[in-house]
C-alpha cells in the first residue's frame, strides 16, 4: 500500500502539491468547468488544518514546453481564492524563477502559492530547451521543484500516469511524499473493483474505436462477469460476427481481433452483450455534430443494420437488455458513451445507461464512471450524486483498466 496523506508528518511543513489544474478555458479565458479545483478541495483544506505551507504544482494545456499566455494558470488561482475563500498567491511567468522561489522561501503555515504552468518548462515532460529528451534536464528540473518544499503529496490523478518531472521525478528529492485524499480515493474506487470486486462484476465500455480499447477488454475479461460493448466498437465487434453493419465505424482490421476476444469470453464464461437493435441514421455530420437536413433516421428491428445506414445509438431494445443484466450487478465499471452523445437525438442510449447504473447503485453496487462522455453522461441524466466513485482521469483511469503500472503512483513510497 502506498502511503497516503494522513500517513506522512506535514505539520507546519512546506508542502508540495501536484495537482490537476487543467481546466477548460474560453476565448476571454475564463474557466467554464472548475470540477479539478474544486476536488482538490478537502486536501488542500486539511493541509491548512495541519498549518502547512502549500505550494501547488500544476500543468495547464499543451504549451509544448514554450511560454504561452493563454494557457497560464492565473485564472486558476483566481477561481481557487474563491473556492477556499482563502488569498492564493501567484507568481507567473516561470516556475522555477528566483521570484516563484523567493515566493516559496517566504511562504508562510497557512499560507497558499501556485507556480506556473510547469509545462512551459520543456523538462517537465522529460526535453531539454532543444525539444531532445533529456532526462538529466528533466531530474534537474524535478530538484528545482522539490527544493521549494520539504513533502510531497500527488493529488493530480489525471497525470499519474505520465512520468513527469512533477509526478515521478520530484519525489526522491523530498523528505517525504503519499498520495492525496482525492488519489487515495481513485485508487480506492478502481483498485477494489479490479482486484476485490463484489460480483457480479459488469464492465460497460463504449466509445469510438476498439482499437483504443482492446487492452482494457483483455484485462477486464480476465475479471468480470459480464461485458457490455456500445457505441462504435459494438459494430466491430457484430462485424466480426458476420452481421452486417452497413456504413456504421468499423475498424475493418480489428475483425478478427474482435472475434477473438469474442471466442476468449466464451470460453471463460463471461456473459459478453453486444447491442440487439441500434438507432441508424444516413447522414451524420460529424463535424458540426448534428443530423444534417432531410438525413434519415430509425430504429432497426435487430441486431442488422441496412446498407447505406449507420448505427448511432443503441436502441430501446438493447438498452432493457442490459438493464437486466445490471440490475443485479454489485460493481459496475462504466467507460464511453454508447452512441453519438454529442449530438442529443443519438444521446439517448448514453443517459438511459446512467440511469441504469444509478439504479443498480441505490441497489447496492458499487458504479465507478470515468472518461469525459460517460462523467458528462451521468450528469446529464441528474444521476451524478448517485455515482459511488466518479473518475477525475480519463487517460489514468482507462491505463489502470488495462492493469498497467501508473508512473505516478509508482514513484510514491510504500506504507
Ligand atoms: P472514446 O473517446 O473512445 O470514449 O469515444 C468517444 C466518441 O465515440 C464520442 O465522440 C462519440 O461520438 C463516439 N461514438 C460513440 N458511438 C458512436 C457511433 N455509433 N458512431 C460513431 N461515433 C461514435
Redesign the pocket.
Known sequence: MKKTLKDIDVKGKKVLVRVDYNVPLDAELKITNDKRIAATLPTIQYLLDQNAAIILLSHLGRPKGKTVPEMSLSPVSARLSELIGKPVKFVGGDAISEESKKAAADLKAGEILLLENLRFHPEEEGKNAAGEKDKAAMDNFAKELASMGEVFVQEAFGTVHRAHASTVGIVKYVKDAAAGFLVEKELKFLGEALDNPQRPFIAIL????VS??INVIENLLNKVDSIIIG??MA?TFLKSQGVNAGT??VENDKLDLAAELLKKAKERKIEFLLPVDHVIADKVDFTNKQIPEGAAVKITADEAIPEGF????AGTKSIEKFAQSLKDAKTIVW????????IPEFAKGTVEIAKIVADATDAGAVSVVG?G?SVSAVKKAGVDKRISHISTGGGASLEFLEGKELPGIAALPEK
Open positions: 463504449g466509445g469510438a474505436k483504443d480499447k457505441g462504435a459494430y456504421s465505424l449507420m448505427g448511432v445509438d467507460n464511453g458513451p454508447l452512441g453519438i452523445f454529442e472518461g462522455d
